[in-house]
C-alpha cells in the first residue's frame, strides 16, 4: 500500500492506495504550526485502527519550503561569488552577505583566473566574525566546470558550516538564476532539517520503517533523506502536486489543458501527449527567478469566489476575494452566486445568492438571471482567453534551428480536464475553446493522489569538449578525462548510466526509470580552418510522470 | 550610472544546423557561444529583454529589394529566408510599438549582397537589411532611414542597393578597402547623382581601436544624422572589428562596441560579420544588449583584454581626424555638386565589375539612372555573368516621380526579351514585380 499525503496551506488531503487502487481518503484542517500532528490527524482517520505495517512507502508534498520562503523564515546566508566579468555585481541580488572572489571560468569550463586560496580563507574568517552557518557558493559558468566550486568549499568547510553549491542544484546556465537558486537552497536548510525530523518523528509514532519520499517542483518525488542536501529543490510542490493530481485522477494520455479553478485563482497546466510540460528554465517563487525544474503552470486572478463588481457599465470579475460567495454566507457577489443562481451548482443558499448580484443586475438594467448568465459568460471567457495566451506562448517558445523552426511540434489540446469547486464552469469553458471536458473522480483529494503516484525524477547534464579532452557532468559534480574520439553516443551512453545511478540514489524503482534525451547537439570545433574537436551537449532526464502500474490504472 | 532603461527585442536564431561549409566561419558554431553568455548572464530574464522567434521572409519580400537571378527561390534557402524573415521581426516589433528597440541576431548575414544577386557573395546570399527596409516603408510608410554599417568590411552590397535612394542614408565604417575585402569604400563614394551624401564611406587604417571607431561615430556619423534626421536608425551590426577576429585588423573592444551602440541608439541592429566565435562574439552580443536595454554594461570584458596591447598610434589618431574632416567638407558641398557631375546630362551611366568570391561568379553590370530632382530617379540594369545569364531590370524609387515612371514603363515595354534570359520590372512605389 501507498500513503499520499498533500500537506496544503489550508488543508492536508491523505490517501490509502492497494495496488494502485484507492481505499481510503480524508481531508483534514492543516495546522501550520504543527505539520506533524495534521499527517497524524490525516492518517489515523484513513487508518481507522487497521494495520498500518502493510504500508511500502509513505509520499509527502508540503508547503514547508515555500512558506519559509514567502515568509521570510530563513537562515541568514552568506554567498561567495566567483562571477568574473559580466553583469555588474549590483545586478545580480547575491543578498546582504555577499563575497566577490577571484577566480571564473569561461563558457567551455575553462578557467580563465584561478581562485585565490588567501583570499578565500580571508573571507572565511569574515564569515565566521558575523557567525554566519549557512555558505552558498557560486561560479560564473559553474555548470560547465565546477571544480573551482569544489575547491572554495575545501577552504571553508568545517563542521559548523552547511555550504550549498551551484552546480549541484542544477546543470542549466544562467548565473543569477544559480545565485538565487543557491540562497535559497541555503535559506531553508535548517527549518528542513526540522521537517524532515519531524517527520521521522511521525512514521516512529505509527511505528512505520518505510521509505519517505517527498515531492519536488518538478512533480517527481526524491527519498526524504536525499533531499536534505538540495531542499530548494521541494519548493513549489503545491502546484505540482495538483498537476500530478489531475494527471493521476485522469490517466491523461495525450494533448490537454488542465484547469484548478479555486476560490481566489485558476491554475492552468499543459500537458503533451499526458506528459506534464516544465518550466523553460525554472520556477520563480517570491519574486526570485530560479534554476528549479518545475512544472509549468501559471495562476490568474480569477476564481469562484472573485468579487463582481459593475464598473463604467461594465462587469469587472476579480481578481480580488473578500471571503466565500454570498450564498454560503459572504457578503459579495462572486461567479458562484451566477451558478448558483442559474442552478449550475445546488449548493448554498439561493436567494442569498439572488440578493448580492440583485444590485449588479439594477445597476445593469436587467434582472438576475441575465446579470448571472453574463457572468459565467464573462469568467470563463477570461479563462478560455488565458488558456490561449498561454498555447501560443508555448508554440511560439523561441526555437534555434531550423529544423524546429519550420517542423516544430504545436501542442494541440483534445481535452480540457477541470478540478476544483467551480468545476461546474466546465462546459461553459469547454465551448468557448472548442474543445470536449472532462471532470476527474476524487478531484477533492487528487492532490494527495498525485503526490501517491509520482515517480521519481531526475536530470543530468553533459558536456563533452574533445579539444580539451574532458567530459564534465555538472549535477555530479564530475570532470573526467575522455579521448579525442569520444562521440555523442559514447555521451549518451554514459549520460544513461550516470542518470540510472542517481535515479536509483534517490529512491526510483528500475520498472520507472523512463529515460529520454532531451537535448543532443554535437558542434564541430575549427580554429585556423583546422577542426580541432567537438563540443557536445547531452541532456537527460526521467521525465514526469506517474510510477508504472500507476499508468495503467 | 543609471540610464534609462529601454524595451529591447531579441530575435536570437544561430540555425544552429546551418554552415555554408563544414569549416566555413560561417557555420553551426558561429553564435554557440554567444548563446552560451547570454543564457549564463541570464539577460533574458530581464523584464525589458523580450526575446521572439524570427518570421520567414517571403520571397515578395525579398523581391522589393533585390533582382534575384533567375529568381529568389534559386538564391535562397530556409536558412535565408530565417535570416531575412528575423531582422524584419526586428522591425515588426519596434515599428508597431512593442519594443523601443531590436537586435535581430541572425544568421547568414547579408551586407554584400547587392541589387542584382547572381550568386552568394561574402557569404552573403540576400541583404537581410535592405529587405528589412523595404519591408518597413511597405508596411508603415516610414520614409527616412539611415543604415549604419559598422562591420569591418565595406558594406558594398547594401550601399549598391541604396546608391541611388536619396532617403535612405548609408553610412559605412570599415577597414580601408586597399587592406581587406572586399576592396571598396572609399571617401569618394558619396551617392548617385540624385542621392548624393546618402551614402558615406568611412574607411579606418589597420589597428583602429575604440578611440578612433568612437571619434569617428561622434564626429562623423552623429552629425550626419542630426542633419539627415532619419526616422529609424539601423546598425548593420558586423563584430569583426574585434581585436581578436580572425579574418580582419582592427583592434575594437566589447567595451567599445557597447559604447558605440549606446551613442549610435540605433532602433534595430542587425547582426552581420563576425568570426572571432570565441573570443570575441560572446562579450561583444552581450554589451551590445545591455547597451541597447539600457543596462550597466561596464562590467563587461573579455577574459584577454588588455587596453595597453590595443592603444592605437598617434599616427592612426591623426590620419582618422584628417579623413573625418574630409568627409565631413564633402558632405557640406552634397547639395551644390549635383550640377558639377551631372552637367548637362539626363541620364547617367557606370559600369561595374562584380566578384562573387563565395560562388565565384564575375558579373559585368552597366546601371543607367535618369537625373531627376524630383525622385531618386528611374534606375535601369544591364547585367551579364560568367553563369551564362543576362538580365536587364527597370527599378523605379519609392516616390517614384511621373516622369521617371513613365520612361521606365516605356523602356521596359521595349527592351529586347531575346537579348536577354530575363527582364524585371520592380516598382519600389507600387509594390510591383514583374519578370518576363
Known amino acids: ?553 | 550610472m543609471s540610464k534609462p532603461l529601454k524595451k529591447t527585442g531579441l530575435i536570437f536564431f544561430p540555425a544552429f544546423d546551418w554552415a555554408i561549409s563544414p569549416d566555413h566561419p560561417e557555420r553551426e558554431e558561429r553564435l554557440l557561444y554567444t548563446q552560451d553568455q547570454v543564457f549564463e548572464e541570464g539577460l533574458l530574464d530581464f523584464d525589458n529583454i523580450v526575446e521572439y522567434k524570427p518570421g520567414i521572409a517571403t520571397h515578395a519580400q525579398i523581391n522589393r529589394a533585390h533582382i534575384c537571378v533567375p529568381d529568389t527561390r534559386h538564391l535562397t534557402t530556409n536558412s535565408h529566408l530565417i535570416s531575412a524573415g528575423g531582422a524584419i521581426t526586428a522591425a515588426h516589433k519596434v515599428l508597431s510599438g512593442e519594443v523601443d528597440n531590436a537586435f535581430a541576431l541572425v544568421r547568414p548575414p547579408g551586407h554584400h549582397a547587392m541589387l542584382v544577386a547572381h550568386g552568394a557573395r561574402g557569404f552573403c546570399n540576400i541583404n537581410i537589411e535592405a529587405v528589412m527596409v523595404e519591408y518597413i516603408r511597405h508596411t508603415f510608410g516610414v520614409k527616412r532611414i539611415a543604415i549604419i554599417d559598422t562591420d569591418c568590411h565595406h558594406g558594398d552590397g547594401t550601399q549598391d542597393i541604396y546608391w541611388n535612394d536619396p532617403d535612405v542614408l548609408c553610412v559605412s565604417m570599415h577597414q580601408d578597402g586597399r587592406t581587406l575585402y572586399p576592396g571598396t569604400g572609399f571617401v569618394e563614394d558619396f551617392g548617385g547623382p540624385n542621392a548624393l551624401g546618402a551614402t558615406i564611406n568611412i574607411p579606418l587604417p589597420p589597428r583602429t581601436s575604440d578611440e578612433g571607431f568612437l571619434f569617428a561615430v561622434e564626429n562623423v556619423i552623429l552629425p550626419i544624422l542630426d542633419e539627415f534626421k532619419p526616422e529609424i536608425i539601423i546598425n548593420s551590426a558586423g563584430q569583426d572589428n574585434h581585436y581578436s577576429d580572425p579574418i580582419t585588423n582592427m583592434n575594437f573592444s566589447a567595451q567599445g562596441y557597447a559604447l558605440l551602440n549606446e551613442k549610435l541608439a540605433p532602433h534595430i541592429a542587425v547582426l552581420e560579420g563576425g568570426y572571432s566565435i570565441e573570443r570575441a562574439l560572446p562579450y561583444v552580443n552581450t554589451g551590445i544588449i545591455l547597451a541597447m536595454a539600457g543596462l550597466d554594461y561596464s562590467f563587461i570584458r573579455e577574459p584577454d583584454y588588455n587596453a595597453d596591447r590595443l592603444r592605437q598610434s598617434a599616427e592612426i589618431t591623426r590620419l582618422i581626424k584628417d579623413e573625418a574632416k574630409n568627409i565631413m567638407a564633402l558632405w557640406k558641398t552634397r547639395k551644390s555638386l549635383k550640377r558639377q557631375i551631372t552637367g548637362q546630362a539626363s541620364y547617367i551611366r557606370r559600369g561595374k565589375n562584380i566578384y562573387y568570391d563565395t560562388d565565384g561568379i564575375v558579373e559585368k553590370q552597366t546601371e543607367t539612372v535618369r537625373v531627376c530632382d524630383d525622385c531618386g530617379g528611374l534606375v535601369m540594369i544591364d547585367s551579364a555573368a560568367d553563369t551564362g545569364k543576362k538580365i536587364f531590370a527597370v527599378i523605379l524609387p519609392n516616390g517614384c516621380c511621373p516622369a521617371c515612371r513613365k520612361d521606365g514603363e516605356m523602356y521596359f515595354d521595349r527592351v529586347s526579351t531575346s537579348q536577354y534570359h530575363h527582364t524585371y520590372f520592380q516598382d519600389r512605389q507600387r509594390d510591383v514585380f514583374v519578370v518576363k
Open chain 1, 1 to 553: 500500500m501507498i500513503l499520499g499525503i498533500d500537506v496544503g496551506g489550508t488543508h492536508t488531503d491523505a490517501v490509502l492506495l492497494d495496488s494502485f487502487q484507492l481505499i481510503a481518503k480524508t481531508k483534514v484542517l492543516t495546522h501550520s504550526a504543527n505539520i506533524v500532528a495534521s499527517l497524524q490527524e490525516a492518517t489515523r482517520i484513513l487508518f481507522d485502527g487497521k494495520g498500518i505495517h502493510h504500508i511500502e512507502r509513505i509520499v509527502l508534498s508540503t508547503t514547508i519550503s515555500t512558506n519559509a520562503i514567502v515568509q521570510n523564515k530563513t537562515n541568514r546566508v552568506a554567498m561567495v561569488l566567483l562571477s568574473g566579468p559580466g553583469l555588474a555585481p549590483s545586478m545580480l541580488n547575491p543578498g546582504e552577505d555577499a563575497f566577490f572572489a577571484r577566480g571564473y571560468v569561461n563558457h567551455r569550463g575553462i578557467p580563465v583566473e584561478n581562485i585565490s586560496a588567501s583570499e578565500i580563507s580571508g573571507i572565511g574568517n569574515q564569515i565566521a566574525d558575523k557567525a554566519i552557518r549557512q555558505i552558498g557558493i557560486v561560479g560564473k559558468f559553474s555548470s560547465r566546470n565546477p571544480q573551482q566550486e569544489i575547491d572554495t568549499a575545501g577552504l571553508l568547510r568545517s563542521d559548523s558550516r552547511n555550504i550549498s553549491m551551484g552546480h549541484t542544484l542544477s546543470g542549466q546556465l544562467n548565473f543569477r538564476r544559480r545565485i538565487a537558486t543557491t540562497y535559497l537552497n541555503a535559506a531553508i536548510s535548517d527549518i528542513f532539517r526540522k521537517f524532515a525530523a519531524d517527520v521521522k518523528a511521525f512514521t516512529d509514532s505509527i511505528d512505520a520503517q518505510i521509505p519517505v519520499y517527498i515531492l519536488k517542483a518538478d512533480g517527481g518525488t526524491m527519498l526524504l533523506s536525499e533531499a536534505l542536501a538540495c531542499p530548494v529543490q521541494t519548493i513549489h510542490s503545491g502546484p505540482a502536486a495538483g498537476i500530478m493530481g489531475v494527471l493521476a485522477a485522469a490517466n491523461i494520455r495525450e494533448d490537454a489543458v488542465a484547469l484548478d479553478i479555486g476560490g481566489t485563482t485558476t491554475d492552468i497546466s499543459v500537458f503533451a501527449e499526458g506528459v506534464p510540460l516544465l518550466e523553460p528554465s525554472g520556477v520563480t517563487i517570491d519574486g526570485r527567478k530560479t534554476l528549479i525544474r518545475g512544472l509549468y503552470s501559471k495562476s490568474i486572478g480569477i476564481g469562484g469566489d472573485s468579487v463582481v463588481k459593475v464598473q463604467d457599465g461594465q462587469l469587472i470579475i476579480g481578481p480580488e476575494r473578500e471571503g466565500p460567495a454570498a450564498a454560503l454566507g459572504g457578503h459579495l457577489p462572486t461567479p458562484t452566486d451566477a451558478m448558483v443562481v442559474l442552478g449550475i451548482v445546488s449548493f448554498g443558499d439561493k436567494s442569498m445568492a439572488q440578493d448580492a448580484l440583485a444590485p449588479l443586475a439594477a445597476k445593469l438594467g436587467v434582472d438576475t438571471k441575465k446579470v448571472a448568465r453574463a457572468i459565467i459568460d464573462q469568467t470563463t471567457a477570461a479563462i478560455a482567453d488565458h488558456v490561449r495566451m498561454m498555447l501560443s506562448e508555448i508554440n511560439n517558445k523561441p526555437v534555434y534551428t531550423i529544423h524546429e523552426l519550420l517542423e516544430g511540434r504545436m501542442i494541440e489540446p483534445k481535452m480540457i480536464y477541470v478540478c476544483g469547486g467551480p468545476a461546474a464552469l466546465a462546459p461553459y469553458i469547454s465551448e468557448k475553446l472548442g474543445w470536449p471536458c472532462t471532470i476527474p473522480d476524487h478531484s477533492e483529494v487528487s492532490n494527495a493522489l498525485g503526490v501517491a503516484l509520482a515517480r521519481t525524477t531526475a536530470e543530468i547534464t553533459l558536456l563533452a569538449d574533445t579539444e580539451k579532452g574532458e567530459l564534465i557532468i555538472s549535477e555530479e559534480g564530475r570532470v573526467q578525462k575522455i579521448s579525442d574520439d569520444f562521440t555523442i553516443e559514447d555521451a549518451v551512453a554514459v549520460g544513461r548510466e550516470t542518470l540510472r545511478k542517481k535515479a536509483a540514489q534517490l529512491g526510483a524503482d528500475p520498472r520507472d526509470m523512463i529515460i529520454e534525451v532531451t537535448e543532443a547537439q554535437e558542434f564541430n570545433m575549427i580554429r585556423d580552418f583546422c577542426t580541432t574537436g567537438k563540443n557536445i551537449r547531452v541532456k537527460i532526464q526521467i521525465k514526469p510522470g506517474l510510477i508504472s502500474a500507476g499508468a495503467e490504472r
